[in-house]
C-alpha cells in the first residue's frame, strides 16, 4: 500500500503482504457486492483466512499464531482497503480479540482459545456497547454473578462487529455491579450451544454492509468460572484501557489505507473524465484539490509510520495513540468526501469505488471511542 516500503517493513512482512493480497483480492474482492447484501461475509472465509495463516499473525507460534509483530496486523488492514474487500473483520478478530487472550489469558486459557482463533474454528468479537451505554463503558448494566462454579450473564450488548457468526465474546460485563470501574470483568464467552445466548437483528448501517454488526442477548448464559479473563475479577476496565491503543491504532492504519487509495482512484478518473474538452484534472480546482489531498496523504503516512514503528518497540503511548485515531480518522472522511465531489455525479453511484470509500469512512470518527472520546483522553495528558 505504501509507496515505498516502510521502516517497519522487512521481506518476511512484504512476503504477508503479497499473500494477504493474493487472498484478498481472489477470495474476497469478487464477494464484496453478495456479502453486502447478506450483511455478513461466508463463515467458509474465516477457515480459508485461517489455513493460509492470515489470521492471528501476530500472536506466537505456540498458541498457533504467525509469530509476527504488528507490523502483519497493519499490512493485513492496509491490504484490504487497497483490495476494496474490507469486509472480514479480522481487526476486530485479529488485532483486538486474540491480543486480550494473549496478553491477560491464564496459560490454560491461551491453549484453549489461541489455536481456535487462528485456524479460523473460532470467530471472535468484543461486546463493550450496549443500548444505554457507549462511550461511558464504567456505566455497563451486563451483569456476571458467580454462582458456584459459574457465572451467570445477564444483559444484552448492541453495535457488535463479527456479532452474527462470532461464536467467542470477550463480554464486558459487571462482576460487581455495585462498582464502576473497579467491577467491571471481561468474561469469555463460546456462544456455541450457550444457553440463554441469542442474537438479534444484524443491524443496517450506512456503509460496511458486509460487516456484520449485530445485538447480542445474554439471558442467565452460565460459563465456568475459568472463563474469567486472567482469572482476577475486577481487571476488566484496566485491560480495555491498556489493550485500546492497539485497536486505536489499527483504524488509523486504515485511515491512512483509505486516504492513500482514494487519492489513487480520484487522480485516475480525473485524468480520463473530461468535462469542456479536457480531463477533469486539468481545471485548477481539481489539481489544487488533488495537491492538498497528496499533501494529508503524506503527513498521514509519515505518522502513522512513526506510530507503528514506535508501537512494535513498545513506545507508542495512550495520548500519541489518540492523536492518531481522531486525527487521521478526520483527514480520512473529509478527503473522501472532497474526493467524491469530483467524481461528480458517478462519485454517488455504488459502482465507483470512490462511494464505498466514502460510506465506509463515516464510522470511523465513532468506533473505537469517539473522536470526542479521543480528544477527552489527550487533553488529560496536557
Ligand atoms: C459499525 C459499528 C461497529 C461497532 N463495533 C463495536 C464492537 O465490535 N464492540 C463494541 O463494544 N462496540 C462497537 N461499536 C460501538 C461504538 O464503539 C460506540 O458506538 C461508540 O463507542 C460510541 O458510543 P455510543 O454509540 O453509545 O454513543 P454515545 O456514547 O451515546 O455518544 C453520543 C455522542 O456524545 C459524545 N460524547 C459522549 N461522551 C462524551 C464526553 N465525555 N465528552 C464529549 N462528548 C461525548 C460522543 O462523542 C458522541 O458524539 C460499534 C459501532 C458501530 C457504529
Known amino acids: 500500500m505504501p509507496a515505498t516500503r516502510p521502516a517497519w517493513s522487512d521481506d518476511d512482512v512484504e512476503a504477508f503482504r503479497d499473500l494477504a493480497r493474493s487472498f484478498l483480492e481472489k477470495e474476497c474482492a469478487p464477494?464484496?457486492?453478495?456479502?453486502?447484501?447478506?450483511?455478513h461475509v461466508d463463515r467458509e472465509i474465516w477457515n480459508k483466512a485461517g489455513e493460509l495463516g492470515l489470521l492471528c499473525p501476530s500472536i506466537p507460534t505456540e498458541y498457533g499464531g504467525g509469530g509476527g509483530t504488528f507490523a502483519l496486523e497493519a499490512v493485513m488492514a492496509e491490504e484490504q482497503i487497497r483490495a476494496n474487500a474490507p469486509s472480514l473483520g479480522t481487526a476486530v478478530h485479529s488485532t483486538i480479540v486474540a491480543h486480550y487472550i494473549n496478553s491477560y489469558g491464564t496459560e490454560e486459557q491461551k491453549k484453549r482459545w489461541l489455536p481456535g482463533l487462528a485456524s479460523g474454528a473460532f470467530v471472535g468479537a468484543v461486546a463493550m456497547t450496549e443500548p444505554g451505554t457507549g462511550s461511558d463503558l464504567q456505566n455497563v448494566k451486563t451483569k456476571a454473578i458467580k454462582t458456584g462454579g459459574e457465572y451467570v450473564i445477564d444483559g444484552s450488548k448492541t453495535f457488535i462487529s463479527n456479532g452474527l457468526l462470532a461464536n467467542l465474546v470477550i463480554t464486558v460485563a459487571k462482576t460487581d455491579p455495585d462498582n464502576a470501574a473497579a467491577g467491571i470483568s471481561l468474561i469469555v464467552v463460546e456462544t456455541d450451544g450457550a444457553e440463554g445466548f441469542s442474537r438479534g437483528r444484524v443491524l443496517k448501517k450506512i456503509g460496511q454492509h458486509g460487516q456484520d454488526t449485530s445485538e447480542l442477548y445474554f439471558d442467565g448464559v452460565r460459563v465456568p468460572v475459568d472463563n474469567l479473563l486472567g482469572g482476577v475479577e475486577g481487571q476488566g476496565f484496566v485491560q480495555l484501557m491498556q489493550q485500546l491503543a492497539q485497536e486505536r491504532l489499527v483504524l488509523a492504519v486504515a485511515a491512512v489505507a483509505a486516504i492513500e487509495e482514494t487519492l489513487a482512484v480520484t487522480v485516475k478518473y480525473t485524468k480520463e473524465r473530461e468535462a469542456?474538452?479536457?480531463?477533469?484534472?486539468?481545471?485548477?480546482?481539481?489539481?489544487?484539490?488533488?495537491?492538498?489531498?497528496?499533501?494529508t496523504a503524506k503527513i498521514a503516512r509519515v505518522f502513522i509510520d512513526d506510530c507503528i514503528t514506535k508501537h512494535i518497540a513498545g513506545e507508542l503511548d495512550i495520548p500519541t495513540a489518540s492523536m492518531a485515531k481522531w486525527w487521521l480518522t478526520e483527514q480520512q472522511c473529509r478527503v473522501a468526501d472532497e474526493c467524491l465531489q469530483l467524481f461528480g455525479g458517478y462519485g454517488y453511484m455504488e459502482e465507483y469505488p470512490i462511494s464505498k470509500l466514502f460510506?465506509?469512512?463515516?464510522?470511523?470518527?465513532i468506533y473505537g471511542g469517539t473522536n470526542e472520546i479521543m480528544k477527552e483522553i489527550i487533553s488529560r495528558f496536557l
Open 276 to 295: 469542456f474538452g479536457k480531463p477533469v484534472f486539468n481545471f485548477q480546482n481539481t489539481k489544487f484539490k488533488l495537491a492538498e489531498v497528496a499533501t
Open 31 to 39: 464477494n464484496e457486492e453478495r456479502w453486502g447484501a447478506q450483511q
Open 359 to 365: 460510506t465506509d469512512s463515516r464510522v470511523q470518527k
